[in-house]
Every structure is written in C-alpha cells, then in structure tokens.
C-alpha cells in the first residue's frame, strides 16, 4: 500500500463518516475507493462494512441527546436490524453482486417519496385524532427496519436514507430524533455483519484500520453538523444525496 493510497482511503472514510451520520450513503464514497486501490468487490464489501462500525457509534454518541426516551424503539426495532443484518450479511456471501442492483435504486426512489411526503402524511394522521406513538413502532416500520437491515447487511449504500423515510412516514415527524435512531440501527447493521464477516470472511485488515479512523472522525464531524441543520434542510439533504446514489448505483 502507497502512502497516497493510505491517505485516500483514510480520507474516504471521514467523508463517509460524516455523510453516513447526517443522511447515510457513505458507502458510496469508500466502497469506490476500496475498488481503485485493488480490492475486489467483496473483499472491498467486507473491508468497508467493518470500517464503518466505528463512525455508525461516533456519530450514535454525538446524537445521545436526541436518543433520550427512545430506549423501548430502540429495543423493538433494533431487534430487526440484528435480524436482517445477520440475513444480509449472508446473502453477501452466497449471491451475486448484481442480485440487488436492480432493486435498489427503486427503494432508493420509494424512501425519497417517503422523506418528501412524511409531514403531510403525519398531518393528516394528526388530524384524525390517530397520531402514532413513536416508543410503540408498529408492524409495519418493523417489517420495513427488517428489510433495512438486510439491504445493509448485503451491501448498505443509503440505507440511512431508506430508513429515514421508513422513520418519517410512520414513526413520528422529528426529524433530529429519527436521525438519532438511524445512526443506532445503521450501527447495529454494520456492526452485526461486522461480527459476520470476520468469522467468515477474509477482510483486508490494514484498509479496515484506515476506514475505521477516518469514519471515526467522520462519526464526530457529522453529528456536530447533522443536529445544528433545521428539518426541510436536513430533508433536502436526504433528498440530494439519495438521488445521488441513484445516479451511481444505475450506472454503475
């Protein structure tokens, strides 16, 4: 490894750090860069997801503030993460690269209309009297945290955004509270199919270590600049850089 390839990845990782705490898709950043300095696709999968880990709980820490009262959604819909990831992460070893290329890109779109729609949805709701309690997540975000969590455990670009707009649409409308959570459950993903894939796979240890340092930087960078960021900015954000992973993921 040259000192320029070390940098790069490195810088890679905070850049994903920090994207992955205030919206998700960082992956988008570092998986790339894993595949310029020689890795192949899975060893670069495997490599990025385990760097990651650190700057998912960075960021969690930076947002503990907002994570104040959600210990019981945490518990539920945690519950579906380590489940999913677990699944996901052995879908990785056993299907094709290209399995779910064909997929995301429209769950991409389909949590962007969610991000997009969720005040309107959660007015409406309101006024009928039926606003849901967001420390009681129903079936329904459950089912859809499930399948989060597997899309993370396979591959995991912008599964912040998917859950944003999961979040947003039926669990509650405070978008900082929200992003609290999506950091714990995108945390429990990565770290979860972390523990994976060290059992059975063959990660590229010296490039982890360099994700790892950067993304916990990233982790700390991004709280500081995901909680100072009003809802229809944050909203916005989420938006662009889900339309952007789009863009990747299609012509890729």
Do not use: H
Not at 45 to 73: D, I, K, M
Not at 117 to 142: C, F, H, S, T
Not at 194 to 200: D, E, G, M, Q, S
């Amino acid at each position: 490894m040259s000192w320029w390839e070390a940098l790069a990845v490195f810088a890679a990782g905070i850049g994903a750090g920090t994207i992955n705490v205030v919206v998700g898709s960082g992956t988008l950043i570092t998986f790339p860069v894993l595949l310029s300095v020689g890795l192949s696709p899975l060893t670069a999968n495997v490599t990025n997801t385990l760097g990651l880990v650190p700057g998912s709980f960075t960021g969690a820490w930076g947002y503990r503030r907002e994570l104040t009262g959600q210990r019981r959604s945490l518990i539920i819909l945690g519950s579906a993460s380590v489940i999913g990831a677990i699944a996901g992460a052995l879908l990785l070893l056993v299907l094709p690269p290209a399995a779910f290329k064909a997929i995301v890109p429209v769950l991409i779109a389909l949590a962007l209309v969610l991000v997009l729609a969720g005040p309107a949805i959660n007015r409406r709701v309101a006024a009928r009297g039926k606003m849901r309690d967001p420390e009681q997540p129903g079936p329904g975000l459950w089912a859809g945290i499930l399948g989060c969590g597997v899309y993370g455990g396979y591959f995991g670009a912008a599964q912040g955004v998917l859950m944003m707009g999961l979040m947003g649409a039926l669990r509650g409308p405070d978008m900082q509270r929200n992003n609290a959570m999506k950091n714990m459950l995108t945390g429990l993903v990565n770290g979860v199919a972390a523990v994976v894939f060290i059992v059975v796979a063959e990660p590229a240890w010296p490039y982890v270590a360099l994700v790892a340092a950067g993304s916990t930087v990233g982790g700390f960078i991004g709280a500081k600049v995901g909680r100072k960021l009003p809802p229809p900015v944050l909203r916005g954000v989420i938006v662009v850089v889900g339309l952007i992973a789009i863009a990747k993921l299609v012509t890729s």
